[in-house]
């Protein structure tokens, strides 16, 4: 029985992939927590609607301005801690069947959260739970713990093109 997913690669649809899974599951009355590393109180268009549909829960953290890998602050990974922490109470709650660690795998690279924890959270989870991993950077010790692996190739763009993201399609 599948159980643990992950969604990586440099390509867009990491995060779209998750919520795609997300209404399946809604769609079969599941309980869904997502929690989002790194993305802050940012106006995400999926996250407003999602928080607003019964049976999903929304937990955000992060600051509102990007992280930068070179120069990681420590309001960014008290940030994380406390993501973390959200992720595996909802986990161990009974309450949910579903939970999206949302770029769960860039905080681990850029080590806002330690591998370590993250591989400890996927071990102690129940069977009954189901967990997505997102984001860029998925360390191999985590790709060999998941069940599925999607990797998200990017061929072309519009940003390499200097096109900005737009709301309601990029964000």
Request: aromatic share 8%.
């Amino acid at each position: 029985c599948i159980r643990d997913r992950i969604f990586t690669g440099e390509g867009k649809g990491k995060t779209t992939a998750a919520i795609g899974t997300v209404l399946r599951a809604l769609g079969h009355g599941l309980r869904v927590y997502i929690v989002a590393f790194m993305k802050g109180d940012y106006p995400y268009g999926e996250w407003e609607v999602l928080s607003k549909l019964p049976g999903v829960k929304v937990a955000r953290f992060g600051l509102r301005t990007f992280t930068k890998p070179e120069n990681v602050k420590p309001a960014e990974v008290e940030q994380a801690r406390q993501a973390l922490e959200t992720a595996r109470e909802a986990m161990l709650s009974g309450s949910y069947d579903l939970v999206v660690l949302d770029e769960i795998n860039v905080a681990v690279a850029w080590k806002l959260v330690e591998l370590d924890e993250v591989t400890r959270l996927v071990q102690d989870k129940p069977p009954d739970v189901e967990l997505i991993l997102t984001g860029r950077y998925a360390h191999p010790k985590l790709v060999q713990m998941a069940d599925l692996v999607t990797e998200c190739l990017n061929i072309r763009h519009p940003y390499d093109k200097g096109v900005k993201a737009r709301p309601g399609i990029d964000y």
